[in-house]
């Protein structure tokens, strides 16, 4: 079983508990809803569903960051869930993450970086990218979004399940 659900955060402050409500996200977050919270996006497509409930990120990212002297900790660039020892990137679209007792979400696609990033701290939105020389495509590194499927209270150090979708994978895509 990977590691678990190291840190829950919210609006960027680390937090004891967080409450995923089914169908909307973190009880409390500014992008929990059942359409569209995002600001940018609310102006031309407000009637879409949310398929960025949840932010999940790995905290391997912040080990990595680091080592080029960024300082980053959990939720300070607007996760609402920080994991460790779970391949974030590398899971398909659909795959389901049972978190805690309760909470269930389901993976939707690829967090697309925002240039507020930069606000946070100089230069620290290049580091979100990588490009992959074979294929000259860029990877997005900044963690993934998630609907929330089953209602549940997480804490720090839950552990987190992760149940594959049938048979065909289809690559996680920018959401």
């Known amino acids: ?19 995923l409500l089914a169908g909307l ?12 919270r995002h600001q940018f996006r609310m102006t031309y497509e407000p009637d879409l569903p949310n398929l960025r409930q949840v932010h999940l990120m790995h905290e391997e990212l912040f080990e990595e960051l680091a080592l080029k002297g960024f300082e980053v900790s959990a939720g300070q660039l607007g996760e609402n869930i920080t994991t460790r020892g779970v391949d974030l990137l590398g899971l398909p679209t659909g795959s389901l993450l049972r978190l805690g007792a309760d909470a269930a979400i389901e993976v939707t696609g690829l967090r697309n970086p925002c240039s507020k990033i930069n606000d946070f701290q100089t230069g620290l939105l290049g580091e979100m990218f990588a490009l992959d020389p074979l294929s000259d495509e860029f990877t997005f590194k900044c963690g993934v979004m998630a609907v929330v499927r089953q209602t549940g209270t997480i804490r720090p150090d839950d552990p987190v399940v992760v149940e594959l979708p049938a048979h065909p994978h289809r690559a996680l895509e920018r959401v």
Do not use: C, Y
């Open 25 to 36: 996200g973190v009880e409390g977050d500014v992008h929990a809803g059942e359409t569209i």
């Open 1 to 19: 079983m990977p590691d678990a659900a190291k840190t829950s955060a919210v609006s960027g402050t680390a937090r004891t508990l967080s409450s």
